[in-house]
């Protein structure tokens, strides 16, 4: 069965601009989680949306927003991009706590 | 509030030498437990899992891991490790009920060396 898709794989992007990351989850997964991955701060977890809802969230600021659609695909936002926020962002669906990432979006902010 | 802890960072093995990756947890319910593997520009996969029944885990690669609820750990191992094992791996864990929060660890970073 097909795998979890992100889109796209490779951005570049400037101080200040926006930039949306797109998620495909897996076929019948309700739950899909956001993660940033950098050197320094290792992964971190950005929010869960289950079923169109915001189940967590984690400590980043509100210039980081998400949302899932009907059809369980996510997308995450990014505002006014700062040069910290250069980052592997990875997306996983899962059920029952087992979960299954992307390849990720390596987003380079300039 | 659940938590795991990865002592190592970095972890230096000479190719065909058995190594250990270290993970200790702390929950207050009973947890679920696993290993995700993460290759230079890619995602995270499973590598191997602890819900339930026997303590010893076998996963993919040659790798397994045993749950010792005593000392609440979860460490990885394997035999004797090969090039291509050379990766992140990251330490999990979730509540088996309700709902499965999942927490990772900081990883380790596995280096083997020819």
């Known amino acids: 069965k097909a795998g979890v898709t992100q889109t796209p794989r490779y951005l570049i992007k400037t101080r200040g601009q926006q930039v949306t990351l797109s998620c495909s989850p897996i076929?019948?997964?309700?739950?899909v989680s956001w993660y940033q991955q950098t050197p320094g701060q290792g992964l971190q977890f950005l929010f869960e949306?289950?079923?169109?809802?915001?189940?967590n969230k984690g400590n980043f600021p509100g210039r980081f927003s998400g949302r899932q659609f009907s059809n369980s695909r996510s997308e995450m936002n990014v505002s006014t991009l700062e040069l910290g926020d250069s980052a592997l962002y990875l997306c996983?669906?899962?059920?029952?706590?087992?979960?299954?990432f992307g390849s990720g979006t390596r987003l380079t902010v300039v | 509030a659940q938590s795991v802890t990865q002592l190592d960072s970095q972890v230096p093995v000479f190719e065909e030498a058995p190594v250990e990756l270290r993970c200790n947890y702390s929950s207050s319910v009973s947890v679920y437990l696993f290993w995700y593997v993460q290759y230079p520009n890619q995602g995270l996969q499973l590598l191997l899992k602890y819900l339930s029944g026997s303590t010893l885990v076998k996963g993919i690669n040659g790798f397994e891991a045993e749950f010792n609820k005593s000392q609440t750990s979860f460490h990885l191992r394997k035999p004797s490790v090969h090039i291509s094992d050379t990766a992140e791996y990251f330490c999990?864990?979730?509540?088996?009920?309700?709902?499965?929060?999942?927490?990772f660890g900081t990883g380790t970073k596995l280096q083997v060396i020819p």
């Open positions: 949306y289950f079923s169109e809802t915001q189940r």
């Open positions: 999990a864990v979730s509540d088996s009920g309700g709902y499965q929060k999942v927490t």
């Open positions: 996983a669906s899962s059920v029952d706590a087992i979960y299954t």
């Open positions: 076929s019948g997964h309700r739950s």
